[in-house]
């Protein structure tokens, strides 16, 4: 406890909790991919692209997506136009399932299609260590079937 109170301060001075815990989608995917190699545990990434219009509601389609997803996922705002989803311990038959409630989700989401081209998005899904066994190789595999 003493060595606790040490390194982050007596419990009057600020609970833990309220200290500030700052990571970006790279350091959590590289901590997913290597959960996964060492647990020998296959990891999805489901990476979904929007048209521009959608920009001011990024932040609604993640609260979707987080709602339609399991608590240990991660969503993430991930580039202009861009919703990255991880999905630990899920292969590709799992990541397809969620690709397709997703775009279910929004497809029935009336506010949507206020927007012109609302169901003008791409979707692709990617798996360690099916399609590639590092982020470099995952992410091509992404932009690849974006592109098709």
Do not use: C, W
Request: overall charge negative; aromatic content about 10%; hydrophobic content about 45%.
């Amino acid at each position: 406890m003493a060595t606790m109170k040490k390194l982050f301060g007596a419990p009057n001075e600020g609970a833990l909790t309220d200290k500030y815990v700052s990571f970006n989608y790279h350091e959590l995917l590289d901590l997913e991919l290597k959960r996964a190699y060492r647990g020998k545990q296959p990891l999805a990434l489901l990476l979904i692209s929007f048209p521009s219009a959608f920009q001011e509601r990024a932040g609604e389609i993640v609260g979707v997506m987080e709602s339609l997803l399991r608590d240990i996922d991660s969503v993430i705002y991930y580039a202009p136009h861009k919703i990255l989803a991880l999905l630990p311990l899920t292969g590709k038959e799992g990541a397809l399932y969620a690709l397709e409630r997703v775009t279910q989700a929004l497809d029935s989401l009336e506010y949507l299609s206020e927007v012109p081209g609302y169901n003008d998005f791409a979707a692709a899904v990617a798996t360690f260590p099916e399609d590639a066994v590092d982020k470099e190789g995952l992410f091509v595999r992404l932009e690849e079937q974006l592109h098709k």
